[in-house]
C-alpha cells in the first residue's frame, strides 16, 4: 500500500514541479498524446495477444438448468444454449454485473453451523463506481467537442438535478468518491480483501481517487481558467493544440494523473475492461452435445489404448467368462496373459466378487 | 476414519485461529511456506505406475521415481525450473482462459468465502483468489514487465523449491468444483487454473499415487479398480443375484460387450463394485429390463470415470477415447452414460472436441418414447438421469413411490453436472417421482451454488481424511440442516465419487444419513413384471409398513 501511495504522490510532485518551471506544453500536449496512444495501443495489444491463444475446450460455467429435454425450461441466461442467449448473458454480466449481484457472505458459528447471507455492498458499490466513472467521462466530452453536443448537456442536467450550490454539485462525484472511498476501505478492513491486496490493487485506488480530488478541486473550490483550458483540449481533440494564458498546476497535475491511468490501464488488472468479453467460462454457450467445438491444437496421435491390445492381454480370461471376442484362441492356449505391461496387477483386479466396504476409495490401499 | 474425532473438529473449525474465524495472519502470504507432514498430502505416484503412463505418453509425467512429499529432495530433474516455465509458455499459447485468467483478476475477494475448502480450513491460501495467485505470482514474475521489474512489489516471483511444494499443497486442495467461479465478476475459474498447475506438476514428476494409479488402471484394464473382463463381469452377475432375491425376477438383459446393441452404457466403474454403488447399479439394470432396452455394456470401457481428468488434457483424451472407438467397434447406434460426476463433466464439454466427431453413431432416440435427445445430437451420449425423466414423463415405468417411503431424501447436486452441464430439474423429477418424502437443502447450498464433497478431483484418499472432512464440512452442514428440520436419512446424488466420499463425510458429521444414486430409488419403487411381494428394499432393509405396500401402491404410475 506504502508504494502505491507514494507513487501517486510521486506522480503529482512531478506535474507540479513541471508546472512550476513552465513545462506546459509537455505536460498539457506531449504527455497526454503520448498517454492516449500507449493507452490505445497497449488496450488492443493486450486484446488481441489473448484472443491470438486459442479457446481449445468449450467450458461456460454453467448456472442453472440446461437445455435439455423439451418440457425441461431452460435457464436461458444463466445457461445460454445459443449464441442470443449468450449475448444476453454477458449484456448482464457487463452492465449488471450479475455474478456479483450472486454474492453471499459465509459465517461459522458454534455446532459447527455454517450460516450464508446475502452480500451485495460490493456489487452496489462497484456499480456506483463504474456507471460514475461512465458518467464523469462523458461530462468530460464537452471539453474536446465543439459544438458541445446535445446529450451532454442532457447528462448534464439529470447530474445535477437537485441544484444545490453554485456551481451546481453533480451527484456523480459525490457518489464516485464514496464508491472508491468504499472500495478502498474495504481492502483494508476486511482481513480476507486486506490479506491478498497489494499494490497494483492500491494504486489503480489512490490514482483515481487523486484524479477526482483535483477534479472536485477545479470545480467546486479552486477556480480553473476554464477558457484556457477549453481552448486547450479542442486543440487536443482537432489535432492543434494550443496553450495560452496562466491555466494553473491543479490542472496539470489533473491532466498528468489523468495520462498516468491511461498508460497504466492496458498493462495492469485494470483491463479486465477488455478481459471479461473474453472470458470462456461466460462467453460461451453450454451446446457441448449439440453442436461440435474445434480444437486447434487437438492431437489425432494421442490414441486409446486398443481393443485389440487389451483382448490380446485378457483373451485367455474373457473367453473363459463367455464375454465374446473379436479373434477366437489359438487351439494351443496361450501360456499366462502378458503381465509385464501390468502397473499393478493388484489385489483389486482379481476380487471375485463385491468386496463391499473395501470400495472405489482406496485403489492405492489395495497392494 | 479422519484422525481427528468429530467432537474435537467440531470445535476447532469455529474456535481455531483461522481466517474464517477471525484471525488475521502476521505474515503475507509470499512470506509463508508450507510444512508436509502425515495427514495434509496425498502420497506420491509409484514408480511403476509412472512408467507405465509414461509409455502411452512420453514426457508428460515426468522422469519415474520413488520420492517422498516430506522430504527436501525430491529428485526432481536438474533443469525442473525451466520445465515448468517452458510448461506455463505453452500453456499460455494454447489456452486462452489461462490467459485471460492470469491477468484480469481484480481481488475483489468474491470468491473468497465461496470454497469449500476454506470454509472447513479457513487457510488464506485456500481463498480462489489466492490459490490462483500461487500461480500467478510465478507468471507476473516471468512473463509480465512489471513483475520482471518491480519484483515482489507486485507480486511476482520466480519458481523455487518453495512455490513448488506450495502448488503441489494447494492445488490437491481444489477439486475443480467451479463454484467460485459462478460468484467470479469475470468468470474466473480456479479449476481451469488448478487444472493448468497440475499440468505443470505432473511434467516435472509430481502427481498423487491415487490418482495416477487409477488413470493407469483403466488405461489397462478398462476401468479404475483395474477389474479385469473376467471379473467385471462376474461382479455385475453377482448383483443378479440380489436383485433376484429381493425382487422375484431373474433378470436377463444383462450382456457384455455385445455387438449390435443399440446403446453402449457407460458406468462408472464403482457402481459393480463398491456399496452403495451397487445399489445404483442395480437400479439401472431394473429400468433397463422394465422397458426392455437393447444394450451392453463393455469391459473394455467399462469405465466413465476419467481420473486422467484430474492430471493433463493429453491424458484425459486418452482414456475418454475408448468410448467412441468402443461403440463403434460394438456398432451402437449411441450411448447412455450412468451416474457420474467428472464423466459428466468430460463428456459434456470435452469428449466430442477430444475424440469426436463419432461419425458411426446416430442421434440418441429412446427406442421407448420415441424422444429424440436433440441437446445430444452431436456428441451421442445421454444422460440416465435425462432417459429416465424422459420415460417418467411418458409414463413407461409403472412406479409404486411408497416403496420409497422408508427414505426421507434429499438431494446433493454434483459439482460436475451442474457447474459444468446445468443438470438440475433432472434428478429432481425422478425424485419426485419416485419417492413421497423429498426435501431441498438451504438454497445456498444446491443447484448452480452446491458444495463440493470434499474429495473430488482424486482427492478421496485415506491419507488426507481430516482435510477432506473438513472441505466437506459446507456439504455436511446442510445436510445436517434438512436432516434436524425434516428427519432426512438419505442423501441421494448422481455421482460415484459422491457415493464413495459422502458415505465418509455423512459417517463422520452425520451418521444416521445415507448416501444413495437416484437409480437405486428408481430400482426401489419400480414395478416389475412377475416380481413377488416386495418388503425389502434392494439393500434388504424393510420397507416401512412392509406386507401392505403391494395394496396401496400398484395403480401408481408416472404421472
Redesign the interface.
Known sequence: MKHAFLAVIALILIAWLGSLVGLDYLFGVVFPYLAFAIFLGGFIYRVINWAKSPVPFRIPTTSGQEKSLDWVKQDKLDCPATFWQVVGRMLLEVFAFRSLFKNTKAEIHDGPKLVYGSSKWLWLFGLAFHYCFLIIVLRHMRLFLNPVPAFIGKIEFFDGLFQIGVPVLYQTDLIFVGAVTFLFLRRVLIPQVKYISFAADYFPLFLIFAIAATGILMRYFIRVDIVSIKQLTVGLATFSPAISGDIGSLFYIHLFLVSALLVYFPFSKLMHLGGVFLSPTRNLANNNRMVRHVNPWNDPSIKPHSYAAYEDEFRQFMADADIPLEKELEPEPEPEPAAEEAPAAGAAAETPKPAADAAAETPAEKE | MADTKVDQM?VN??KEPS????A??RKE?LDTTVTFKPGNYC?PA?K??VE??DK??PGLFGVPREWTVESDDWKLPENWVEIILQGMRER??????????M????????C???CHFF?GTGD?KN?P??RA?LLRSVYRGNF???GKI?GS???GREMTFEVLKEWFMYFYQCTEC?RC?????????TA?ITMMARELLHLVGVGT??IL??A??S????N????????F???AE??LDDIEEVTGVRLNSLN????GAEVLFVIP??D????P??FTFMGYLLIFEHIGLDYTIS??SSEGGNFGSFTN??LM??????MY??AK?LGVKWILGGECGHMWRV????M???N??PDNLEVPRSPITG?V???????K?VHIS?FT??LI?HNKLKIDKSRNDHRVVTFHDSCNP?????????PR?ILQNVCNNFYEM?E??I???TFCCGSGTGL???EIMDLRMRGG??RA??VKYVEEKHGVNMLSCIC?IDR??L??LMEYWNPNVGVCGISELVGNALIMDGEKERDQDLRFEELLGAGQAGESGNNEEGE
Open positions: 467440531s473449525v469455529v481466517m474464517m474465524t477471525g488475521i495472519p502470504w502420497y509409484k511403476s505406475i507405465y503412463l502411452g505418453l499460455l499459447d494454447k489456452f486462452r482462459s489461462f490467459k485471460v485468467f491477468d484480469i483478476c481484480v481481488r475483489c475477494g468474491a473468497a468465502d465461496k470454509l488464506p481463498m483468489v489466492l495467485e509480465t514487465k512489471a518491480l512489489i507486485a507480486r467451479r467461479s459462478v460468484f467470479c465478476p469475470y468468470g474466473i475459474d481451469e499415487n491415487w494409479e487409477p493407469a488402471n488405461n489397462r484394464t478398462g479404475h479398480l483395474g477389474l479385469q473382463p473376467h471379473t463381469k462376474q461382479n453377482f448383483l457384455f460387450n455385445r455387438k466403474s464403482a459393480v463394485f463398491a456399496e454403488g451397487i469391459t473394455y488434457n493429453e483424451k486418452k482414456l475418454n477415447g475408448k472407438a468402443e467397434r463428456v459434456h464439454q470435452y466430442e472436441t477430444m469426436g466427431p424422444t435427445f436433440e441437446n445430444a445430437a452431436a456428441a451420449m435425462e425423466a424422459d414423463k451442474s457447474r459444468g452441464m446445468g443438470m438440475l430439474e433432472e423429477y438451504p445456498n447450498t443447484r448452480e451454488q478421496n484418499t485415506g464440512l459446507p452442514n446442510a460415484a464413495a466420499t458415505l465418509a
